[in-house]
């Protein structure tokens, strides 16, 4: 299979160094250059990313910073800055607005929006066919994971009606303008044969053959058949439905089997689209079909008549883009009504035609609006929908595989970094308007079923209903819509129970615990069901799930899954191996979550109900469907206190590196802090001002110095002999700040002349050499559970001869235990000795130096 | 003697109130008859969405009707619905569907067909063009060679419809249908009956381009009321 995920530096590079400004625009100019933010802390949202739909602007579509009812201010009200964590792309500027070409512009945007704000993640929320462009972005090999949701307003996942409508007109205007330009392509009917498909040069000159040669006749076979000579309930009868009954062998070879990949072989996913490259050969013969029913209504008897509703009067040239397509849309409405089809020229037509394409680059070639034909159409209402666009159908389904891991499951990994997908729809528009009815239920310009990607297991997709509204383009303008859209954005997984600490052990028993419950679980968004980290508690051991439902709804499956989530980031995915549905619908399953034990685990477990969703009336039926799904959660620890290894040990997010203690930790000092006032190092330790110094001259003499000071000075006469000399300095209470010392010696006497007295005079004190004191441990942690730290006592910087770590207090390793939560200083202490050789002795200093670290204590014991 | 008096008038009110449900509130019972028209030229402009949507659609099996509009279903005093479809070539131009409380009842088949415009939405500015808002015709009346009116004279209890087209008396028992084809040759018309050269005659003037019309009658019987679904389709 082809690899799509590989992505290489040049590659990255090159898309990068595009550059970035030229295709992020900001609603509001004047905030483009500010908003960088610091580069230390990452923003308060994860950016959003907006993607606009086909044919509009990033402000037609989401509304500019001063329009309140548009999704743009209202994202800005719920705290998201732009330029900072709210971004656009804009492809208006695209000659065809080809998704397949465009999609690096959305990489970029991602790029910028991860170093702005500096998360690793954003949002992407499109409307449209910008959701196309958007999942073509995150199938391609420049995706690199930085997708968390994919938000889909409206999208056309599977095509369009509307466009394949518009397209069918399109080309059916330019083949009549063909026709009366030309000799018409009259000849001898084939009255039924259907194995001379003509050789394709081309959907224009294919489909005028199609229609003339073969389409054009048999409808007026249908006509005598039905209308004039046949039964007298033939009237009820369409021309599709009389050719699928009485012709079934046309219907065969013409669209089921035309139903193959496009004609041309060198077709590919990232190939450009173009005639015979990608829509199917049924495609073309639906086509024909229209075409030569038309032809044989206009020839046979009625005017010229087409897509009068678009064609027989120019749309108002305001220049106003947005008015023009609102304009634009409401004919194409209109068409779709089909309330009338005047008669026009195909002079008019033909101008309108390139109208359209002038002004709204919308033309039968478009890329654009090839892609967006919709995957099937609908031959015949007594018949299956056949295979239209293979392109999409292709790509959907190889997208599809990747989000499952289908792939990768071959080589034993799987795709953490797909995004979830949100599919939001409106719908209803069908059963109240004249113009909806032939199509399923849509929201005017994509059918509810054909929003819907195949669906992952924790894809949400929701369907908002109205009257006529939500529709399309109305579908941003719902308040509800749009809290639901920012409500998903923020929460991430919506969770249906959170199950926090229930029980009521004491804090530090080592524990184990089961849960269960029950949750109504449907195919249309996953249900989760959160096991907290405070639940959990940071402590070693597994977690083991149980599933199970006693009568799944028929041909329904479940499935189930865990995710193991550290912070706000996602870090591994874990399939519930289920049995399939018995005879009674009954499934279940088991899995171990194994290695738990760092402190912000938590364990996620998905459910949803899996179906085909294949037609209108299983979309109807699985929307209301919703089983009770039984789970059982019990917890096993593998270790008892200070002794849980496995353990990742420090905090996800910690600056610390020591974290719970491993095996032969229980040696260590344990310190208890019950009251807050509690020390960490004895009193002795924990040395006050300097009070005063005491001078020992070594011959018996000596004197205190009750300056007090940091320097002391002395001076005393000495007999011949060796003394040595120290004095200390003391605090108030009388403990030893600092000790230094010096070695004296006084030669004795000569017999010529008496020795003159030998004074001596001395400096203690002065600035204090550089040791430090570092602690390290963790800067956050719980109540219960012990935190270990390490003492390292730095003399690198200490230019002395001698350096001895005398002693470490509460010890060069210990433990912490909090019974209670708060912030608290660990402090720790060294006494060291410094030794100086000084020119007339040596100088011995005795001090002790401190160190702290902070940690700010959570408790675990809230309940819901 | 007060007694009697009472006896007598209850009985005459009783009576009374019988006999004016029997004129006035109906049965629970409706006939259903459809009328289609076929014609083979005259179409001048095409529903784009095909066929236009049938006043009302029936399960023959579970003999249910769903009428497009609710104002279509039959309601107490409808003792037959007629379904009145035209179509020009395939294409359903018009479907109408006709509560008819008393005979006899006279459809009327020259009156001209057009399609009034889908109207702007409310609030917005009115359609400069003429296409918009306007009645616009979708056929030329003049190929239709049906004019006359079509009467429905009564309905039987056992459900056998008489009806009468251009003075001719037509019946049509439950299950069965009534047709007649006309052709126009020049400027006279012909009418073609089932029977043998039938097909011959219409296929001949269907390939020579002649213009064709077919009526065709249809009696689907009687009908419970209670069996429609009001909800429209």
Redesign the interface.
């Known amino acids: 299979m082809r690899p799509l995920r590989t992505v290489t530096g040049s590659t990255i590079n090159a898309v990068i160094s595009g550059g970035l400004a030229a295709v992020l625009v900001l609603a509001n100019p004047s905030i483009a250059g500010g908003g960088i933010p610091d580069s230390n802390r990452p923003a308060d949202r994860i950016p959003v990313i907006l993607v606009h739909g086909a044919l509009n602007s990033p402000d037609g579509t989401w509304g500019t910073a001063s329009d309140q009812r548009g999704f743009y201010s209202f994202l800005m009200g719920r705290g998201y800055e732009p330029g900072l964590t709210l971004f656009n792309v804009d492809y208006r500027d695209s000659p065809d607005g080809d998704y397949a070409a465009l999609y690096p512009r959305l990489h970029r945007a991602v790029e910028l929006a991860r170093a702005r704000s500096g998360h690793q993640k954003v949002d992407v929320v499109t409307h449209s066919m910008g959701a196309l462009l958007a999942r073509y972005y995150v199938a391609s090999p420049l995706y690199d994971g930085g997708v968390r949701n994919l938000v889909m307003l409206a999208p056309p996942s599977n095509g369009s009606f509307a466009v394949t409508s518009l397209r069918a007109a399109l080309i059916t205007v330019a083949q009549e303008d063909r026709r009366m330009r030309t000799a018409p392509l009259t000849g001898p009917g084939t009255g039924g044969s259907t194995h001379a498909f003509p050789e394709f040069r081309g959907e224009h000159d294919y489909v005028a053959r199609r229609a003339a040669e073969f389409y054009e006749p048999l409808y007026g076979q249908f006509v005598l058949d039905t209308r004039i000579t046949g039964g007298s309930k033939g009237s009820a009868e369409s021309f599709e439905e009389w050719l699928a009954r009485s012709k079934p062998e046309v219907y065969r070879d013409c669209f089921v089997e035309a139903s193959e990949p496009p004609l041309r072989p060198d077709w590919d996913m990232g190939d450009a689209p173009g005639p015979g490259k990608d829509l199917t050969r049924a495609y073309y013969e639906r086509l024909g079909l229209e075409v030569g029913r038309n032809n044989y209504l206009k020839y046979g008897g009625a005017r010229p008549t087409l897509a009068e509703t678009l064609v027989k009067s120019t749309p108002p040239l305001s220049g106003d883009l947005v008015e023009m397509l609102k304009e634009y849309s409401k004919r194409v409405l209109f068409y779709f009504a089909g309330r009338l089809l005047e008669i026009g020229t195909t002079k008019g037509k033909v101008a309108v035609a390139g109208l359209l394409e002038s002004r709204f680059k919308v033309n039968v070639d478009s890329p654009a609006l090839r892609r967006m034909v919709s995957r099937e159409v609908r031959v015949s209402s007594a018949t299956a929908p056949v295979l239209a666009n293979h392109f999409l159908a292709r790509w959907t389904g190889l997208e599809q595989a990747n989000r499952e891991g289908v792939e990768a499951n071959a080589t034993g990994g799987c795709w953490p970094e797909n995004p979830r997908y949100l599919v939001i729809a409106g719908g209803a528009v069908a059963a109240n308007l004249p113009w909806g009815r032939g199509v399923e239920e849509n929201d005017g310009a994509v059918e509810i079923r054909s929003t819907l990607v195949a669906p992952g297991s924790d894809d949400v997709f929701k369907v908002f209903r109205g009257l006529v509204w939500p529709n399309h383009l109305g579908l941003l303008k719902s308040p509800t819509v749009r809290r639901y859209v920012a409500s998903q954005l923020e929460t991430y997984f919506p969770v249906r129970s959170t199950h926090y600490p229930s029980f009521r052990e004491k804090a530090l028993k080592w524990f184990r615990w089961s849960d269960s419950g029950e949750v109504a679980v449907t195919p249309w968004e996953p249900a989760y069901i959160a096991v907290d980290s405070s639940r959990l508690k940071g402590e070693a051991g597994s977690l083991r799930i149980q599933v199970s439902s006693d009568n799944l709804p028929g041909e329904m499956g479940l499935k189930a899954w865990v995710y193991v989530v550290s912070g706000d980031g996602m870090l591994e995915r874990r399939e519930v191996s289920l049995s399939s549905p018995s005879k009674t619908g009954a499934a279940g399953g088991t899995i171990s979550v194994d290695g738990l034990g760092s402190l912000y685990d938590r364990v996620l477990l998905g459910f949803r109900l899996t179906g085909a969703f294949t037609t209108d009336a299983e979309m109807r039926r699985m929307e209301g469907v919703a089983s009770p799904v039984k789970y059982t959660l019990s917890f096993e620890p593998s270790g008892q206190p200070g002794t849980s290894g496995g353990s990742s040990g420090a905090p996800a997010g910690n600056d610390g590196e020591a974290g719970v203690p491993g095996a032969g930790d229980e040696a260590l000092p344990t310190i208890h802090v019950i009251r807050t006032t509690k020390k960490t190092v004895p009193g002795e330790f924990l040395l006050g001002e300097c009070a005063v110094w005491v001078w020992d001259f070594g011959d018996g003499a000596g004197f205190r110095d009750e300056g007090p000071g940091e320097r002391s000075t002395a001076s005393h006469v000495f007999s011949p002999g060796e003394y040595t000399v120290r004095a200390k300095a003391l605090d108030g209470k009388g403990r030893v700040l600092r000790e230094e010392s010096w070695s004296v010696s006084v030669p004795p006497a000569v017999e010529e002349a008496p020795a003159p007295p030998s004074e001596v005079k001395f400096v203690a004190g002065g600035d204090s050499p550089d040791v430090r004191v570092e602690v390290t441990g963790p800067a956050m942690w719980v109540t219960g559970r012990p935190a270990k730290f390490e003492v390292k006592v730095d003399t690198g910087g200490v230019g002395a001869s001698g350096k001895e770590v005398i002693t470490v207090e509460p010890g060069r390793e210990f433990r912490m235990i909090w019974e209670r939560p708060g912030t608290f200083q660990v402090t720790a202490a060294a006494k060291v000795r410094l030794t100086y050789d000084r020119p007339g002795g040596r100088v011995s200093i005795t001090r002790t130096y401190t160190g702290a670290t902070t940690v700010k204590v959570a408790a675990t014991g809230v309940t819901d | 003697m007060y007694a009697s008096i009472g006896i007598i008038a209850c009985i005459a009110g009783v009576g009374g109130c019988f006999a004016f449900s029997m004129f006035w509130g109906g049965s629970n019972r409706y006939s259903l008859l459809t009328v289609?028209e076929?014609n083979?030229?005259?179409?001048?402009?095409?529903?784009?969405?095909?066929?236009?949507?049938?006043a009302a659609r029936w399960e023959e099996q579970s003999r249910t009707l769903v009428p497009l509009k609710t104002e279509y279903a039959p309601d107490r005093r409808t003792k037959c619905l007629v379904v009145y479809?035209v179509?020009?070539?395939?294409?359903?131009v018009s479907s109408d569907a006709r509560k008819i409380p008393s005979f006899p009842y006279r459809i009327d088949l020259g009156v001209p067909i057009s399609?009034?415009?889908?109207a702007d939405?409310p609030g917005?500015a009115p359609e400069?063009?003429a296409?918009?808002g306007v009645p616009?015709p979708?056929c030329d009346n003049r190929l239709r060679l049906f004019t006359g009116e079509l009467s429905l004279d009564r309905i039987s209890s056992d459900g056998v419809a008489t009806l009468s087209l251009d003075g001719e008396d037509i019946t049509v028992a439950p299950g069965q249908?009534w047709?007649v084809?006309r052709i126009r040759e020049g400027s006279s018309t012909a009418e073609i009956r089932p029977g043998p050269g039938?097909?011959a005659a219409?296929?001949k003037a269907?390939e020579n381009?002649s213009p064709?019309s077919?009526l065709?009658i249809?009696n689907y019987g009687l009908w419970e009321k209670e069996r429609v679904e009001k909800c429209g389709y």
């Open positions: 289609l076929t083979t030229k005259g179409l001048i402009a095409i529903p784009l969405e095909g066929d236009c949507p049938r479809d179509d020009f070539a395939g294409v359903r399609v009034i415009a889908q939405p917005d400069a063009d296409v918009i616009v979708v249908a047709t084809a039938w097909e219409l296929t269907f381009g064709i077919r065709t249809i």
